[in-house]
């Protein structure tokens, strides 16, 4: 059920987003979480609201931890959106989890190929190069050396 308060709110945040004004988002996404859990009888708020908060808590440098647990749950919800995948994605790369991040933006990638967010995040991921003794873990010492002479 659409609670329309809540869903002016966030498409107010989506646009302080755009406009890179964080912080402002950040209450936008926030007010339609609250919004609807007051108005809406719902248990859960709609996932894309929690994403989006997540992403906000990330970038706003509020909680990487909490941005994403947000995200998460907002994945598990709904993990058939792109754009879900996408902030949880930028949240776990926020947070120094890059193999997570990377999957979770495949993820967001298999489900609508041609989205321009997730290949210029996964294009400035770049690609990792397979180790110089595939025989070996990449992490073995010998691996990360020979890894470095290469470069």
């Known amino acids: 059920m659409l609670v329309r308060p809540a869903e002016d709110s966030f498409q107010r945040g989506l646009e302080s987003l755009e406009l890179r004004q964080h912080r402002e988002a950040l209450a936008y996404f926030n007010g339609a979480i609250e919004i609807e859990k007051r108005l809406g009888q719902v248990k859960q708020p709609q996932a894309r609201y929690l994403s989006y908060y997540g992403l906000c808590l990330s970038l706003t440098g509020t909680g990487s931890h909490e941005a994403v647990r947000f995200c998460r749950v907002a994945a598990e919800m709904e993990g058939y959106r792109s754009d879900i995948c996408w902030n949880l994605g930028r ?11 990377h999957q979770a933006l495949r993820w967001g990638l298999r489900l609508q190929p041609d989205h321009q967010g997730i290949r210029r995040h996964l294009r400035r991921m770049g690609a990792r190069r397979r ?21």
Do not use: S
């Open 91 to 101: 949240v776990l790369l926020a947070a120094g989890r890059r193999r997570e991040a």
């Open 131 to 151: 180790p110089v003794l595939p025989f070996l873990p990449r992490t073995n010492p010998l691996n990360r050396f020979l890894g470095r002479l290469a470069n």
